[in-house]
């Protein structure tokens, strides 16, 4: 086989049963928050560039090391740091935002009015 299968599972109380909340601001890329259904806590991030799980930094780390990037330097472990941050705050604050029934070619079609 050429490809893997993974059910998202939640980090806290190991729950298979998620949504998907997805973001879209003009000018980023479209961003699908997973959270749980059961205890809603962040279980993972989806961008159009990758995939960010329950511990960002650490797939950040890995993302990296791909890469070919120095990740030794205190300046890039301090930028991997301040990114797990923000999505833990884009989070927050997309939890908190109103949902919508469009679809999300609506949304963007809204956005660019």
Not at 21 to 33: A, N
Not at 83 to 104: D, Q
């Amino acid at each position: 086989m050429s490809f893997a299968v993974k059910i998202e599972t939640c980090p806290k109380c190991r729950s298979r049963k998620t949504e998907n909340l997805v973001r879209v601001e003009p000018g980023c890329p479209v961003r699908v928050y997973v959270r749980c259904s059961e205890c809603g806590a962040f279980v993972a991030r989806y961008t159009l560039e990758r995939y960010t799980s329950d511990k960002p930094y650490e797939s950040l780390l890995k993302f990296s090391r791909r890469g070919g990037c120095s990740i030794a330097s205190r300046s890039r472990a301090q930028e991997l740091e301040g990114c797990s941050k923000k999505i833990e705050t884009e989070f927050k604050e997309t939890t908190g935002a109103p949902f919508t029934e469009l679809k999300v070619e609506e949304i963007i079609c809204e956005l660019k009015r």
